[in-house]
């Protein structure tokens, strides 16, 4: 009996026909997956986070280069009255304090001694005189006689010398008297113009020299401020600017004055230039040596819409900004038309408006037009 036997064969398929099998069938099943579930599988693009620091609002501003400055307040006229003769201080009429107008009498010195002196001047003077009357008179009746030779030249000569002595010594007595009046004069301390007595140095009995302090008098209706400004500052100064500055003792209150005057030499050290500011003080409330600080104000200044400095992007020969508007960022060309870097502003022109929201700092190329989602507070 014949066995019939049956034997398998192994079938052999490539590992590449399986590996391209698989991608066949992937390929298959997104095509026949739904549309709207392929849709739900692909991410969403995410809007720009940000919050109110990353923004700045855009608002009307003015800016200037105001220059700040410090310094101190001095009457425009004052005055040390010296003594002018020497003696002993009589009298001193006045206190420090006091109004006085001028031309009053302040002080005087004892003027007994000139007063004597004054009129030993005058009886020498009138001697003189005299004597220069007679010597003209003997002149005069030499003369005919010297036609009729009674007398020589050399008489009329020495009668011509003994008028011009007489002459000359009548000129110094008459000197002599109008020195010893000017000391009289000088004896007496007058106001030189209307103010107060800041200093009384002086007091009866006291003897004084020539050039000695006597008093002080000052007029505050009108002061001067002696601002000192840096020197980098200076190219934004020039006369005629007004300055306002504020005193101790008055707070809140605002003072105005005007620059008059630059000093062309900066100081030693402290690379500071003087600059005086007069003040029309009528009212009389500042005072003489009171320190001072304010702005010298910049008459070039502007009043505009004002971003941030660190907002503006260079684009070519012109800059934008980017503001967020119907939840986009929006780029904006601008025109700057001032910049102050020290308060970090700048004044700018273009298609933008007070109240919109510009970006802190340009963004990046990718951000550009981007959704953006405020949070925190706006």
Known sequence: MTRLVITRQKTYIPASWLKYGAVGVAVALVAWWPQESRSKMTPAVQPLQLTGADLAVVK??????????TGSLNPLHQAVLNARTGGEVMMVAARAGELVRAGQVLASLDTRDLKLRAMQAEASLQGNRAEALMAADKLERMRPLREQNYVSDNDVSNAQRQVEIRNAQVRASEASLAQIRQQMADAVVRAPFDGRVAERLVEPGQSVAPGTPMLKVVDLGLMELEAMVPDADMTAIHTGQVVNFEVDGFPGKTFAGRIVRINPVARTGSRR?????????????????????????????????????????????????????????????????????????????????????????????ENEGKAVRLTGAH
């Open 60 to 69: 009307q501003v003015r800016l200037a280069q105001d220059v700040p400055v």
């Open 273 to 365: 230039v003087p600059v005086y500011v007069q003040v029309n003080n009528q009212d009389g409330l500042l005072r003489a040596g009171v320190f001072a600080k304010g702005l010298v104000r910049d008459d070039r200044a502007m009043q505009g819409l004002a971003v941030p400095v660190s907002s503006l992007q260079a684009v070519g020969a012109g800059w934008r900004v980017h503001a967020v508007a119907n939840s986009h960022l929006e780029a904006r060309n601008v025109k700057i038309a001032m910049r102050n870097d020290e308060r970090g502003l700048a004044l700018v022109t273009g298609n933008l408006n007070a109240g919109e929201r510009v970006l802190l700092a340009p963004p990046l190329p």
